[in-house]
């Protein structure tokens, strides 16, 4: 490609490869206080090939595409007096004006956005039409050069259907692939990083013709989610030797893994585009002594000033509580006393200040996750979120993440995360030994029945074991199987295996 030259405050970066880096905006960052809002007009948009404008979404009784938010993405005339205001789709497409490089996307779905409604449009050949149709209307009045499709995700979340999902989101997308491919327009789709998620949801050999590139969200594999309860990295490049076990909360957990899933399944190296998140995720230890990987945590990390979501820092606050003489909303933390490690697997940060935890990318990582992708020869990579970068350049030069990935892109180095292969040099509170099975002829658990396959029991007089029930081949009955938790111990409650320390946990294992 042709060498391009950004100069943002006297610095200067050149250009010098040919990947893609792609740039999510989540534009509720508008509505952000102080120096945390991001404006269609903050967007440096000679860092991004693409740009994914986040989000429209689908209407669940019309089936047609949705304005997610009339006043900030339409004009005055888009609409009924008093309901459009900032046309932002509009603006955010002429930053092609000054970037001729720059791909303006619309980006549809989304989290948010859940899995049942666009289970029940795909699922349906007329409501498939009338929100293709809906969305070939929407490209005639906005000018975007593609769609971004973000199912999350087929087969999964309430509201799914995951028997035919799979095949609906075939259908879904041959059918909106002929529409934008007849308009000489891109496709792409944003997939999930968890390995079950795509094998059953996602039929490479069909949907492949159709997409230009796939945007692998290989991001979230740690935080403060349900029955998590204890840290990990948000995004780690490599696993550990302990994660290599099925069961263990690290497995297939790391980029490498997820990426070699889809390869696996016969994508090509030259459609997946890395996704490296521009923000942490984090925890609130149960106890400060214990503050590397897997240590008990009860609580996500308190919001930040700017995205004001618990368990979650863009990378401006992360630089922020770095920084800062005052730290509010952590009253446990000293100014300017996080230690940072650096795991040689993850290849990435966390840091910890009292009983505050948080794992993220920096500079460095972004780079090597740069040299990691030249070494894969992957398409590229895209940022999940431009707006949580460094913006304002307050702590050194404007989106230092985005030149640190673009950094690692020209230098034409790769990294190898096998070799040589890393040891886990980042303490770790529990190896997580997986549930073993062990065949039984223990009694029945007496007035807990079992009511299908698969359902789980617990064990009478025994907290660290359960039992499974495993339907019989003539379909008389339940055959019982004995597994143990190890030292944890079971919760009927999540039906899983937990840590007997957590305060919450008290009650399921007296005597501990």
Avoid at 267 to 288: A, C, D, Q, S
Avoid at 478 to 485: A, P, S
Wanted: some cysteine; overall charge negative; glycine content about 10%.
């Amino acid at each position: 490609m042709a060498f391009v030259t950004l100069a943002l405050f006297g610095v200067s970066t050149v250009i010098s490869h040919d990947k893609i880096v792609g740039c999510y905006w989540g534009t509720w960052s508008f509505y952000r206080p102080g120096y945390g809002q991001f404006r269609v007009e903050d967007i440096d948009a000679s860092l991004c090939t693409h740009g994914y404008y986040g989000f429209a979404d689908l209407h669940n009784d019309t089936w047609t595409l949705r304005i997610w938010d009339p006043w900030l993405d339409q004009a005055p005339e888009d609409c009924e007096p008093g309901f459009c205001n900032y046309d932002n789709y509009r603006n955010f497409i002429k930053l092609k004006e000054t970037n001729p490089n720059f791909v303006p996307m619309i980006s549809i779905g989304g989290w948010n956005a859940g899995s049942g409604a666009y289970s029940h449009m795909a699922a349906d050949p007329e409501k498939r039409k009338t929100f293709i149709d809906s969305v070939s209307e929407f490209l005639d009045t906005y000018k975007f050069e593609g769609v971004d499709l973000d199912w999350e995700y087929p087969g999964k979340r309430e509201g799914s259907d995951p028997e035919h999902d799979k095949e609906s989101f075939s259908l879904l997308v041959a059918e909106m692939g002929a529409m934008l491919k007849s308009r000489g327009m891109l496709f792409t789709a944003a997939f999930s990083p968890a390995k079950y998620t795509v094998e059953d949801g996602y039929d490479f050999a069909a949907i492949l013709p159709w997409f230009d590139f796939l945007n692998v969200m290989t991001y979230d594999y740690h935080g403060w989610f349900p029955d998590h309860f204890f840290t990990g990295h948000n995004a780690p490049l490599y696993r550990r030797e302990e994660e290599i076990e099925e069961g263990h909360p690290g497995w297939y957990f790391n980029v490498w893994d997820t990426l070699s899933v889809y390869l696996d399944l016969g994508v090509p190296k030259e459609k997946i585009v890395v996704g490296i998140p521009l923000y942490g995720r984090g925890f609130v230890l149960n106890n400060t002594e214990e503050n590397g990987l897997y240590c008990g945590a009860h609580a996500g990390i308190p919001e930040g000033p700017y995205t004001r979501q618990k368990g979650i820092w863009g990378y401006q606050e992360i630089m922020q509580a770095k920084n800062n003489d005052t730290l509010i909303n952590l009253p446990d933390a000293k100014p300017h006393e996080w230690t940072d490690v650096v795991g040689d697997c993850i290849s990435a940060p966390y840091m910890y200040n009292g009983a505050y935890w948080i794992g993220y990318d920096d500079e460095a990582s972004c780079e090597l996750k740069g040299k990691f992708i030249n070494f894969m020869d992957f398409a590229g990579a895209f940022v999940w979120s431009i707006d949580t970068d460094d913006h304002s350049g307050d702590y050194g030069k404007r989106f230092p993440l985005l030149h640190a990935i673009h950094d690692g892109l020209n230098s034409g180095e790769t990294f190898d995360p096998e070799n040589p292969h890393c040891t886990g040099t980042a303490p770790m509170c529990d190896t997580f030994e997986t549930t073993t099975a062990v065949p039984t002829t223990t009694p029945s658990p007496g007035p807990n029945e079992c009511t299908e396959n698969l359902d789980v029991l617990p064990y009478p007089g025994d907290c660290h074991k359960y039992y499974m029930c495993i339907a019989k081949e003539s379909g008389d009955g339940y055959d019982l199987i004995e597994f143990t938790c190890g030292d944890w111990v079971f919760d009927p409650n999540i039906d899983a295996c937990t840590d007997p320390n957590l305060p919450s946990n008290d009650f399921l294992c007296p005597g501990f």
